[in-house]
């Protein structure tokens, strides 16, 4: 075997724990004045001031209060405690301020672990990638997901199954991140499973959470993939929640996909493959569930089509966005589409 390939790794202090008893002293290693950002209602650094107006995918308005109030308060670190909207408030301020996170996610959004940055202004979501938003501690704690319903923690669960997707065909993947991604799979696959079996059991939450931290970290590697530039393009443009619209969107990308990803993925989600994963757990089915109309599809293409990552393993046409959009509008059980 003849490897030849660059990888890089993001530095990052990762504790999987009770964030009571380890989170103070972790925000105390990076400064004295924190601001707690997100909803989340545990109340795990008491007396410290919270910033509580978190909008999914990042309004610029909004990260620009958010950055109001840091500075403020004169904060010198930035504690979120949330999901990937809270995370992504958090890494708008730190864009601009260069002030260190300490990230508690309480769902499997994934942000947490990589460097990538999103604000949405007039309607267009903008992303890129930069080390000042890379929170610099992760404190991963299961308790704190057991808020999450069991519908959403299962629409959170496949988001972090495509970022492990995307890493084994992103334009920087490489044999570490797709190591990385596959046993993501494997985790996410027994943890989702467990969830949808019994909701209040730790161990699949935990399983879940795991997974989902090595599919950050895969993602983060090999950066956003077809399927990642598609989702954003929906969410940006028509305000589509961001957990299921990956949710529903996957196994079609991965069926225009799917003579290059099948050798990898064999037997990574078991015998069943994904889509025995998806009615196994209960997956959401369909974009237009979540407001999607089949009006919009020609708006979307026409977005998608500039952005679509040139490595993609197979050539993409406006034609093969519409059918994949028009069917996960539908719903329709996923095949290949070539």
């Not at 996909?257 to 037997?267: E, Q, W």
Request: hydrophobic residues 45%.
């Amino acid at each position: 075997m003849n490897l030849r390939f660059t990888h890089e790794t993001l530095p990052q202090r990762v504790v999987f724990g009770p964030a009571a008893e380890h989170l103070a002293a972790e925000v105390a290693r990076l400064g004295e004045r924190p601001l707690v950002i997100g909803r989340a209602a545990a109340d795990l650094l008491p007396g410290v001031p919270r910033h509580r107006e978190v909008v999914m995918h990042v309004p610029v308005a909004v990260a620009e209060r958010a950055r109001a109030v840091t500075a403020g308060i004169g904060a010198d670190v930035l504690v979120s405690i949330g999901g990937g909207s809270a995370t992504g408030l958090a890494k708008a301020v730190a864009l601009t301020t260069g002030l260190p996170i300490v990230a508690v996610p309480t769902t499997y959004a994934g942000s947490e672990a990589t460097d990538v940055w999103g604000l949405t202004d007039d309607g267009r979501k903008t992303t890129g990638a930069d080390r000042r938003v890379l929170p610099r501690t992760v404190v991963y704690d299961a308790t704190l997901t057991r808020s999450l319903p069991a519908d959403l923690s299962i629409a959170s669960g496949l988001n972090a199954v495509a970022h492990c997707v995307d890493s084994l065909w992103a334009p920087r993947a490489d044999p570490i991140n797709q190591a990385l991604a596959l046993a993501g799979i494997r985790a996410l696959t027994a943890g989702l499973t467990g969830i949808a079996a019994r909701p209040d059991d730790l161990a699949g939450r935990e399983q879940t959470l795991y997974g989902a931290h090595l599919a950050a970290v895969a993602f983060a590697s090999a950066g956003s993939g077809l399927h990642h530039k598609i989702c954003h393009v929906l969410g940006g443009m028509f305000d589509l929640p961001h957990a299921q619209t990956h949710a529903v969107v996957l196994p079609y990308v991965m069926a225009l996909n799917a003579h290059t990803v099948r050798p990898l993925l064999a037997g990574a989600f078991g015998p069943d493959g994904l889509q025995g994963l998806r009615d196994r757990i209960g997956a959401p089915r369909a974009l237009r569930d979540y407001g999607f109309r089949d009006s919009d599809i020609p708006a979307a293409v026409a977005a998608i089509l500039p952005i679509v990552p040139p490595g993609n393993p197979v050539a993409v046409t406006g034609g093969d966005l519409t059918d994949l959009l028009r069917h996960a509008w539908a719903g329709d059980p996923p095949g290949d589409q070539r």
